[in-house]
């Protein structure tokens, strides 16, 4: 039984403090590492999932998305804008939040902050695309766009993968420094990059992670050599898109779910039927991923729900056994279930009382 | 401006108790007044709303849905539930809540509980359905199906259009004295019925409204005469209707949203390009509602998310003034809009500092 029959109006909240406490009370490594596992094991279990397109509603300076998923014990959605010009008014280009429900009743089991969270889901199936893509024994990360996911993927890429050597380039050298300034605790050997091509000189992986809403070359194809594979995750809507339609000509793709990666991926540059392979058909055995050491590889990352689901999922399980959550006073619970008009009326008749 | 910049990472939240606060402050026949003109207002912009069906995920016991739409300035959606095996357990059969964002900053700026505001919305948007379609000084009003929804349908009616006298009828007494019971105080004439047949008679509106997920006979077309409007609220998804075909062939039938009521409407058991009305383009004059006193009009309600928005729209007027809302730490706010991690490594700086 997952609902609290004496608390049937509480809905769990995990507040932006509370991730952070549930966050930094288990390790951001150890969490990042964690999210991985359980992205995994529910893109083993692919086909369970009830799965759709994100629904998007587009506005002239951005875009709000619900994405919802479920297997059959589990309903979760997530609530996400993406709006590039926030960031000069001092806002979150990116702001989340998610509910996990109970299937079986409908009824709504725990609301989460997810700005933080999706940040961490995201670097998470970054780093998992990559332990299954990535060179044997890939150590140099490029990272390009240093913004507020750029640690994030250097930690989980660290924490799966080993990467301990980190070059980084941003149009903003502020950005830079504010990225290597925060992990430069964290074990890395860190080059700052002046161009783009300095920063993907020697790398194994190459992570691009800009956020304007345009379509723009951050990638050309003659920057990239081979046998490396490329992380790109900052194309991830209609018209914002990061590499030169030649990488892709160039490399095989894999991708989180086509439907929807094909509206919103790099490969909205491609035909409609260019081939890709779904990520979770490589973790399951069903196809394979890197095969040969001149191959390059594209992850072409847009976020999927399930993804959501999985970090909701991780954080449901630790709240457990944490104080870290609030109770929210959420769902009406009348005394009889079909009397919310005479809950209403009771509350009404109370009032009055008190007032006389 | 509609963020209050000191207060970046807040939503504020109306709470099932603060719901109540707000609609007994104001008065419940007040507020479905109220509501119906906020609906009646947005239908009247109908054109200039981002409109999509609503996203169902369907389980074996019930549906999960996301109900979104936006107009320029704000972006809502409504999570809502309907699980008619959940009363047996003490649950409610539909429970929701919902969120106001500005669509320019993508920002949230409201979560409210809907479960109650759900309750007077659908009963807004019937009494506002029937103030264009139902017979001219109508007085009566049959009620079948006595659960949650029926008080609110009939204080609706009665604010909107006068109906002063009720026939009830349910399948469970029980329901029917509840109903009775809980407006005895309202000025209605009340006679509870101990069938279908005996609730029609002489009834000027026939309000359907009961919950099992299945394709019932609620109404068969002997029972039903001329003259009527019928206010069908149960039916509301795929396999769930309560009207017999041949009702639906002998009315003039109005509608919410074509694509969205053929798929779960009444009209689910018609042909797909059976004509129907758009209920917006009755209010703004576009079509004809009622044009003679031999017509039978049926409102084939199924519930449209610029309802909700409508809903949502009201109560976050209404928050402006009273202090009936909380205050929830949903949207990270680092002091660097690109610095998420920054904020979790100052927090770790200062949780290591405390404990020191």
């Given at each position: ?5 004496n608390?049937?109006?509480?809905v ?8 952070m406490?549930i ?10 590492t964690?999210?991985?596992?359980y ?10 999932f009830d799965k759709?397109?994100?629904?998007a509603?587009?506005?002239h ?23 590039p ?6 806002l ?7 509910l996990l429900?109970?299937?079986d009743?409908?009824?709504p089991?725990?609301?989460s ?9 995201t ?8 332990k ?6 890939s ?7 240093n ?5 994030f ?8 993968l ?10 903003d050298?502020?950005a830079?420094?504010?990225c ?5 605790d ?12 300095e920063a ?12 304007d ?28 898109t ?25 490969i909205q ?6 081939p ?10 069903k ?8 191959q390059n590889?594209l ?5 999927f ?9 991780y ?5 457990q ?7 929210l ?8 279930p ?5 809950m209403?009326k009771?509350k009404d008749?109370?009032?009055k009382?008190?007032?006389n």
């Amino acid at each position: 039984m997952i609902l609290d029959r004496n608390k049937l109006n509480v809905v769990p909240f995990v507040s932006v403090n509370n991730m952070m406490n549930i966050v930094l009370d288990i390790g951001v490594e150890h969490v990042l590492t964690q999210i991985a596992a359980y992205i995994e094991d529910d893109f083993k279990r692919w086909e369970s999932f009830d799965k759709t397109p994100r629904l998007a509603s587009h506005s002239h300076d951005g875009v709000i998305e619900l994405m919802p998923t479920s297997d059959t014990k589990f309903y979760g959605f997530k609530y996400v804008n993406g709006h590039p010009k926030n960031m000069k008014s001092g806002l979150q280009t990116v702001a989340a939040f998610g509910l996990l429900a109970d299937v079986d009743s409908g009824y709504p089991i725990m609301l989460s902050e997810m700005t933080i969270l999706t940040a961490l889901r995201t670097a998470a199936t970054s780093a998992l695309a990559a332990k299954y893509l990535a060179p044997k024994h890939s150590k140099t990360m490029t990272i390009i766009g240093n913004g507020a996911q750029s640690e994030f993927q250097a930690l989980a890429f660290k924490a799966l993968l080993g990467i301990d050597h980190l070059r980084l380039y941003d149009i903003d050298p502020d950005a830079t420094n504010k990225c290597a300034k925060n992990i430069e605790d964290k074990g890395f050997t860190i080059v700052k990059c002046k161009s783009v091509e300095e920063a993907v000189i020697g790398a194994d992986i190459i992570t691009t992670v800009t956020a304007d809403k345009q379509n723009n070359t951050i990638l050309t194809d003659n920057t990239i050599g081979q046998n490396v594979h490329i992380n790109a995750v900052g194309g991830d809507c209609p018209g914002k898109t990061e590499l030169h339609k030649d990488i892709l000509l160039r490399s095989d793709i894999f991708v989180e779910y086509p439907p929807q990666t094909r509206i919103e991926g790099e490969i909205q540059q491609l035909n409609h039927d260019h081939p890709v392979t779904e990520l979770w058909q490589v973790i399951v055995g069903k196809k394979q991923g890197r095969t040969h050491n001149k191959q390059n590889t594209l992850f072409d990352s847009v976020g999927f729900a399930i993804e959501d689901f999985s970090a909701l999922r991780y954080i449901y399980d630790q709240m457990q056994n944490t104080k870290f959550c609030e109770e929210l006073d959420m769902i009406a619970d009348p005394d009889q279930p079909r009397d919310v008009y005479g809950m209403l009326k009771r509350k009404d008749q109370a009032i009055k009382r008190l007032n006389n």
